[in-house]
């Protein structure tokens, strides 16, 4: 079984990196697909305490106040033509490629730029969305694809939004599977099913976090959940994140494992270093 998890990470400051990082390091899933890293020290926390132990770990170079992805990976990786084809805000979107018995399997993240009521803010997406979307024609393949997050919503939303969305953004959504013949794995598995991954109120929430993936992949899904436990404040500590977490297996099998250590117990050994010194 082949595992994976994307979570919208929040841009965490330091303190809040470091409270995500133990959570994330016990998944059992084989690639994390962190979305909305920031270039502050949180984001690099992370990425510096996964790679210490051992995974892999893509994160583009992000400019102060830009949002991004960052791949993190149990698995051996190779950089996937994706990231480069993206001419525009390049750190919103990251992708590898990893072996399997059945071939190279493509694993992507994207974080769709959010928007307000400004013209600025939509001719942002919008740029941004056709940008992404001429990417993912001119590095289309034969080999599947697995895409985490997006940052939308589908046009048959409940509760609809309907006032907050305009139409190309719905269109984006649709067009993940009319032009790009991606499949969305939780409406694949779930089709009836209400549920949301962020919400300003309760009761009034978004299912903002998905997984898409190439119908051979949806053919072999076992299992795509979403975890709520992140969003959720507990007498240890509060909520991870804004976001809930979305898990995706598949009946694939690996054929490059890494042996990574453990990030946490590397991130300990790092901070009482610091405090001694």
């Known amino acids: 079984m082949l595992s994976l ?3 919208n990470l929040g841009a965490p400051a330091l303190a809040r990196a470091r409270l995500q990082l133990p959570w994330l390091a016990a998944r059992e899933e084989d690639v994390l697909v962190l979305t909305e890293p920031s270039a502050g020290e949180g984001s690099a926390y992370l990425a510096e305490r996964f790679s210490s132990a051992g995974y892999t770990v893509t994160f583009p170079e992000h400019a102060p106040g830009e949002r991004g992805v960052m791949l993190v990976s149990k698995l051996a ?3 996937d033509a994706l990231g480069a084809a993206l001419d525009y805000l390049p750190t919103r979107a990251a992708a590898v490629v990893v072996e399997t018995t059945n071939g190279p399997l493509r694993i992507a993240g994207a974080y769709v730029p959010s928007r307000d009521a400004t013209a600025v803010k939509t001719e942002q997406k919008q740029r941004w969305i ?3 979307d001429d990417a993912l024609t001119r590095t289309a393949s034969e080999a599947p694809l697995l895409l985490g997050d997006l940052n939308v919503i589908e046009p048959g939303h409940e509760p609809a939004h309907r006032s ?3 139409p190309f953004e719905y269109d984006f959504y649709a067009g993940l599977t009319a032009r ?6 939780f409406r694949h598995k779930h089709p009836d099913r209400v549920e949301h991954s962020w919400a ?3 009761h009034y929430g978004y299912r903002y976090d998905h997984a898409y993936g190439s119908p051979t992949l949806a053919q072999r899904l076992l299992k795509c959940v979403y975890d709520h436990s992140t969003r959720q404040e507990i007498v240890e500590r509060p909520a991870l994140t804004d976001h809930s977490g979305l898990s ?3 009946e694939l099998t690996a054929t490059a494992p890494l042996l990574p250590s453990d990030p946490v117990t590397a991130a300990g050994q790092a901070d009482a270093e ?3 010194f």
């Open 5 to 7: 998890l994307t979570l």
């Open 77 to 79: 990786t190779t950089i």
């Open 130 to 132: 056709a940008a992404f």
């Open 164 to 166: 907050q969305f305009a």
């Open 180 to 185: 790009h013949g991606l499949v969305d794995l």
């Open 200 to 202: 300003r109120q309760t």
């Open 248 to 250: 995706v297996h598949l």
């Open 274 to 276: 610091m405090t001694l």
